[in-house]
T-cell receptor, first 111, second 116 residues
Framework: AAGVIQSPRHLIKEKRETATLKCYPIPRHDTVYWYQQGPGQDPQFLISFYEKMQSDKGSIPDRFSAQQFSDYHSELNMSSLELGDSALYFC??????????FGQGTRLTVV | AQKITQTQPGMFVQEKEAVTLDCTYDTSDQSYGLFWYKQPSSGEMIFLIYQGSYDEQNATEGRYSLNFQKARKSANLVISASQLGDSAMYFCAMREGLRSNYQLIWGAGTKLIIKP
């Protein structure tokens, strides 16, 4: 069965650079969520989209932005990267019903 | 106050034994959902099991079952016949309300290590 696809799997960037993370949800899922998980921490909700519109906003820094496109894929854009942005970034998708399925994550390292 | 509490930061369990991972939650919503996810060392977040607040029976998925005690606001995960591959972080999470889109509220996780 198709799963949530995230790219890239690993990304190394320098401070003050920009990064773009991509997420391709499970077909027919109308909602996409982004989470950030720091080392040894639980995931922190960043932002979500429902039917291509931003639906919820969590602890997303102003340096980050995200959007969902007409084909339902989503991109998380991160600018002026800081060392503290190093984390595992998860995308998840769901329908109106129960569980959200997560992608394998993008491990971002800022050096 | 913590919405999701996992009181066991880590657990060692002998292979083939059953294990119970604790999770208590706090919500004033009547409608909510409870989830368990497994995160192996490779990092991916794997959905295990879901329990809706109106579900009368405990959820089961293969070796996983959710011991849902609504009055006590607990949703413990039970893994029967543990295997070495069960070693991972386990997160309990909650969705509040019947929303078409939601953000999960996460517990701090329990690190489970299965001993051979």
């Amino acid at each position: 069965a198709a799963g949530v696809i995230q790219s890239p799997r690993h990304l190394i960037k320098e401070k003050r650079e920009t990064a773009t993370l991509k997420c391709y949800p499970i077909p027919r899922h109308d909602t996409v969520y982004w989470y950030q998980q720091g080392p040894g921490q639980d995931p922190q909700f960043l932002i979500s989209f429902y039917e291509k519109m931003q639906s919820d906003k969590g602890s997303i820094p102003d340096r980050f932005s995200a959007q969902q496109f007409s084909d339902y894929h989503s991109e998380l854009n991160m600018s002026s990267l800081e060392l503290g942005d190093s984390a595992l970034y998860f995308c998840a998708s769901s329908t109106i019903t129960a569980e959200a399925f997560f992608g394998q994550g993008t491990r971002l390292t800022v050096v | 106050a913590q919405k999701i509490t996992q009181t066991q930061p880590g657990m060692f369990v002998q292979e083939k034994e059953a294990v119970t991972l604790d999770c208590t939650y706090d919500t004033s919503d009547q409608s909510y959902g409870l989830f368990w996810y497994k995160q192996p060392s490779s990092g991916e977040m794997i959905f295990l099991i879901y329990q809706g607040s109106y579900d009368e029976q405990n959820a089961t998925e293969g070796r996983y079952s959710l011991n849902f005690q609504k009055a006590r606001k607990s949703a413990n995960l039970v893994i029967s016949a543990s295997q070495l591959g069960d070693s991972a972080m386990y997160f309990c999470a909650m969705r509040e309300g019947l929303r078409s889109n939601y953000q999960l509220i996460w517990g701090a996780g329990t690190k489970l290590i299965i001993k051979p």
